[in-house]
């Protein structure tokens, strides 16, 4: 018997394919923002990012596809949608495991056009639910408990997020750092917080293009 799954779906498979070609353009994209743009409120930093995909890898992406089938999630949570290549991958999994749903977040209204068109395309707009605007304030309501947590918008972000969802958090809930290695300098917070023993959770960096770092929570 052949199995099949969902990433292998040629509407998703297409969708994916398509948006990793365009991310290829991210280095010309970045060098067209302003001077200083680092320095931007993340509102207005994502406005000026808007043209930037901003991908998860392609072996992250099944990464994130194998812990969401292993672990069975109820909800998925993730910060950072972009134009939705993770995302894609999340929903994917929650298809093929039958139950569950993905929570994601968008600073960019034109990020957030493109890939909710994208996920009616897949047939995956039915998993997704996508909130508008800064996570500390879209997730700050969000109903635990969650099991599985992609941490991958603004750096400087990913540590309060946590802190913010960590109420939330069941014992054995997987959270996923994407870029550690990239992004060193802003992502340090978030990694001393997460390695630190008395902060509950039991960490492997896992050596995938840019880093991703994994942890469970205890």
Not at 140 to 167: F, N
Request: hydrophobic share 45%; proline share 6%.
């Amino acid at each position: 018997m052949t199995l099949t799954h969902t990433l292998a779906d040629p509407r998703v498979e297409a969708a994916i394919s398509r948006m990793f070609t365009l991310a290829e353009q991210d280095e010309t994209a970045q060098a067209q923002l302003p001077p200083g743009a680092l320095e931007m409120a993340p509102q207005e930093l994502a406005d000026a990012a808007a043209g930037i995909y901003m991908p998860i890898s392609a072996e992250g992406g099944k990464l994130l596809y194998n812990l969401v089938r292993a672990i069975r999630p109820a909800t998925v949570v993730e910060f950072g949608m972009s134009y939705g290549i993770s995302t894609l991958h999340l929903a994917a999994a929650v298809r093929d495991n039958g139950t569950g749903r993905v929570v994601t977040t968008e600073m960019s209204k034109e990020k957030i056009a493109a890939a909710r068109r994208t996920f009616t395309e897949t047939g995956l707009d039915d998993l997704i639910t996508v909130l508008e605007g800064d996570a500390r304030e879209t997730l700050a309501d969000l109903e635990g408990p969650l099991e599985l947590v992609l941490l991958d918008g603004w750096k400087d972000l990913c540590l309060p997020v946590l802190r913010m969802l960590e109420p939330s958090l069941r014992p054995g809930a997987l959270v996923v750092a994407d870029d550690i290695d990239q992004f060193e300098g802003p992502m340090r917070p978030y990694l001393d917080y997460v390695r630190d023993p008395a902060n509950g959770y039991q960490n492997v960096s896992f050596p995938i293009e840019d880093g991703m770092e994994i942890s469970c929570r205890l």
